[in-house]
Nanobody, 126 residues
């Protein structure tokens, strides 16, 4: 069974930086999509950034230029680098895996993801 685990997270002041990591295990193929979602209290979960099976990336407009997504050479670990963090970035951040998404022109639909991590909290204080 494929497993997904996030690491990183914590508390940071406005303007600070943080790196989140996501590791996918028990998946035997090197082509996989890893996507970051976040959910703030009282709000719906929404996509933040994704890296497709072909290594193309997409980030949502509200974090473009501040957040970036990348993956390690082993292809099973992806990172979300977050800079100039703002209080509105405070949320639980989740990582999700899909074996079915190759090209990413947008955040893939939630239904395409086969495994999710437990989430990691990011808190940005002013």
């Amino acid at each position: 069974q494929v497993q997904v685990a996030e690491s990183g997270g914590g508390a940071v002041q406005t303007g600070g930086s943080m790196r989140l990591s996501c590791t996918v295990s028990n998946y035997p193929y090197s082509t996989l999509c890893i996507t970051w979602f976040r959910q703030a209290p009282g709000k719906e979960r929404g996509g933040v950034a994704t890296i497709g099976g072909d290594d193309r990336t997409f980030t949502i407009a509200s974090v473009k230029g501040r957040f970036s997504v990348s993956r390690d050479n082993d292809r099973y670990t992806a990172h979300l680098d977050m800079n100039n963090l703002q209080p509105e970035d405070t949320a639980m951040y989740f990582c999700a895996f899909s074996s079915r998404v190759m090209n990413v022109l947008n955040i893939p639909p939630v239904g395409l993801f086969e495994a999710w991590g437990q989430g990691t909290q990011v808190t940005v204080s002013s």
